[in-house]
């Protein structure tokens, strides 16, 4: 390596691109004068810029001369190899204005110029934690300055590379120094906190490339965090790499190009659906969980549903549509839906005659199997072109007639609502989960929202609307507060939770009647006043003192009827509550759960004041009764969804509990309720 003396350049022009480029002559000149070896390939020249800083050069063989390798400037090719830049082999790299230590790149594939990303590279040389009284780490203040400064870097060079479309699918690839000595638990929970920040980012992985050390000695690993639309974060540790980084395919195109929209491609859905489900425990009946399971179906020839064998992202129409099958300890063999998903890749989701046909054929599947529908709704509604128009409304009211027939026949269909819904798409939601007879359920996320017409639309027309769709039909102000969303999740991947939590308590296998029952570990004489009652502003103390003559002699003292609720039901069952952020009916409480092991329901009154949702009239107080009926307290009634009503639990424990205090049955129950012991 060759050294120049200090003061080559000014260090007043540093950091001006030309004085960088004539250093790089000089050198060239310079290696041109010197006698180096044939065998020489490769010559890396350090030149000292400031007292803290040096600039460096790397220059190749060119045939009989040398020529510089700009991607490596101002860096030195052993960095270079520990940060994994040999894996960017493919890409045609160009480097990019960025902070102190931090190696900035615009990776373009020449196979694709479509596969345009931002690649930050920077070292870690501390990763000595902050940790709170109990000795749990809460920072890396290193690693977090680090991060910031790719960040920073790859925001800055966004700004500047907006058009035609800004990179997408970036990343972050940081090299620790020292051993990861910390535990991964720990290492996880701090990188989740940095989560936030990359927000913004177009950010599709971060990675931490370093050993961590083991029971089994030190291992080369890599920490990621992926960020995806449609699962939200997640963490992992993977073994180092070893290949190049390959370009996108088709599949990862179509993936990007709706991220870019702010929506999910379908297929990146099916993983969120196999997820494992159910109470921990074993299979019932000792048997195997069944592997989870997605058949994808399309229309045959003779317009019936098929099952098809093709990649992921070749389906022609806006729907795709299939069957999903996830195992739980109840159900080992898997409890089977049929998944619709929409495609906001093919005309932003709209439907027309291809589309409508597939749903049909969805829900004449299910029909035949006797299993729900599991909607992932996402549609800009009816599509009108120049060569499609009116007709596809006929297809729209097939849709909605279908939707009835098969919902008034006993059928199900859930929905959960990935984006914006307009027009056809929020009567089907609507339709199939609102009306009287309907069993399903309807989750929204903050990503969601149900309009019939949307804000440009309704502008350009001269009508009312809000800030944004949201305004017009999002949960917060709309559907939450007038019932229709049944439940609301942080994103995706918790609505899926909460789907898979609703058939917990109302799956039923086909030929079977009703839901099968549960383990529980909740003794059936455990007498429920011992269950604690904290409230806050409240005397009572456990469920008992609300019965006793003692504490409550006339019955007329105010309790929380949820912490009541909750000691009915089984000790180890979390329950799901429905509706609980409906306006006007905040003193009623449903709750989806197992008592004695059996999926049933509850409904409750609140006997204390509760304070109203929203903002109330001027003149009407922020307190809403605790006695008399609200206006919307009976549309909580949850209807035919209560599958073991039939068998006389549904309604007559509460009343037991009322009579007894105890979770028995009292003497004037229905004879078709099992019988169960006493408490003390």
């Not at 996880?188 to 936030?196: E, H, I, Q």
Request: hydrophobic residues 40%; charged residues 20%.
């Amino acid at each position: 390596m060759l050294a120049l003396p200090a003061g080559t350049d000014p260090p007043a022009y540093e950091r001006a691109g030309y004085v960088r480029a004539m250093r790089a002559a000089n050198v060239t000149v310079a290696l041109a004068t010197v006698a180096l070896p044939d065998g020489l390939r490769r010559v890396t020249v350090s030149i000292p810029t400031t007292a803290t800083q040096v600039a460096r050069c790397t220059f190749e063989r060119d045939g009989t001369g040398w020529a510089e390798n700009l991607v490596l400037r101002d860096l030195h090719p052993m960095v270079a190899e520990r940060l994994h830049l040999w894996r960017l082999a493919r890409f045609g790299l160009r480097r990019l204005p960025a902070p102190d230590d931090v190696y900035l790149f615009e990776a373009i594939a020449p196979a694709n110029a479509d596969d345009r990303r931002l690649v930050a590279l920077a070292e870690v040389h501390d990763l000595t934690p902050l940790r709170n009284a109990a000795g749990s780490a809460t920072a890396i203040p290193t690693l977090e300055q680090v991060i910031d400064s790719c960040l920073d870097g790859i925001r800055t060079a966004l700004a500047g590379l907006a058009w035609p479309a800004p990179p997408q699918w970036n990343r972050v690839v940081l090299y620790a120094w020292p051993d990861i000595d910390l535990d991964q638990d720990e290492l996880l929970s701090v990188l989740r906190t940095l989560a936030p920040r990359t927000n913004g980012a177009g950010l599709e992985q971060l990675a931490i490339q370093g050993r961590i050390r083991g029971l089994d000695g030190t291992r080369e690993v890599r920490l990621r965090m992926i960020r995806s639309m449609a699962t939200g974060l997640t963490f992992e540790v993977a073994p180092s790499p070893t290949e190049p980084l390959p370009p996108m395919d088709a599949y990862a195109q179509l993936v990007v190009r709706a991220q870019r929209r702010g929506t999910v491609y379908p297929y990146e859905l099916i993983p969120l659906l196999l997820r494992p489900a159910g109470r921990p425990g074993a299979a019932a009946g000792g048997r195997q969980l069944a592997q989870p399971e997605f058949r994808e179906y399309d229309l045959g020839d003779d317009g019936l549903a098929r099952m098809v064998d093709r990649p992921y992202g070749e389906n022609m129409s806006a729907v795709v549509f299939g069957t999903v099958t996830t195992p739980t300890t109840r159900y080992p063999e898997g409890m089977t839906r049929v998944v619709i998903l929409g495609d906001p890749t093919k005309a932003l989701g709209s439907v027309a005659e291809a589309e409508c046909q597939r749903i049909v054929a969805a829900i004449d599947l299910a029909s035949s199997l006797g299993v729900p529908v599991e909607w992932l709704a996402f549609s800009s509604g009816a599509k009108i072109a120049m060569d499609s128009g009116t007709e596809n409304m006929d297809w729209v009211a097939r849709v909605l007639r279908r939707l009835i027939t098969f919902t008034q026949a006993g059928g199900e269909v859930n929905v959960v609502v990935t984006g914006i819904n307009v027009g056809a798409q929020s009567y089907w939601n609507a339709e199939a989960t609102m009306l009287m007879h309907t069993k399903g359920i309807l989750v929204m996320t903050p990503d969601g929202a149900m309009v019939l017409t949307g804000k440009q639309s309704l502008e350009y027309s001269g009508g009312v609307s809000a800030e944004d769709n949201f305004g017009i039909g999002g949960y917060d102000r709309i559907m939450g507060p007038n019932g229709q969303a049944q439940y609301w999740a942080p994103d995706l991947a918790g609505a899926c939770r909460i789907l898979m939590d609703h058939y917990e308590f109302a799956y039923v296998a086909p030929g079977e009647r009703f839901g099968r029952r549960a383990t529980t570990n909740d003794p059936v004489d455990r007498d429920v006043r011992d269950s604690p009652h904290h409230i806050e502003g409240n005397d009572f103390t456990v469920i008992g003192e609300i019965f006793s003559a003692q504490t409550n002699a006339e019955r007329k003292k105010a309790f929380d009827i949820r912490a009541l609720m909750k000691a009915v039901i089984d000790g180890d069952c979390t329950p799901l509550e429905r509706w609980a952020e409906m306006a006007e009916a905040d003193t009623s409480v449903v709750f989806d759960a197992f008592l004695g092991g059996y999926p049933v329901t509850l409904i409750g009154i609140e006997s204390r004041p509760r304070p109203r949702l929203g903002l109330p009239p001027p003149t009407v107080r922020n307190r809403g009764p605790a006695a008399r009926s609200s206006p919307c307290r009976p549309r909580k009634w949850p209807g035919p969804s209560t599958r073991p009503a039939a068998v006389g639990r549904s309604w007559c424990w509460p009343t037991c509990l009322v009579l007894t205090g105890r979770r028995s049955p009292c003497a004037g129950c229905s004879s078709n309720t099992a019988p169960r012991s006493a408490g003390p």
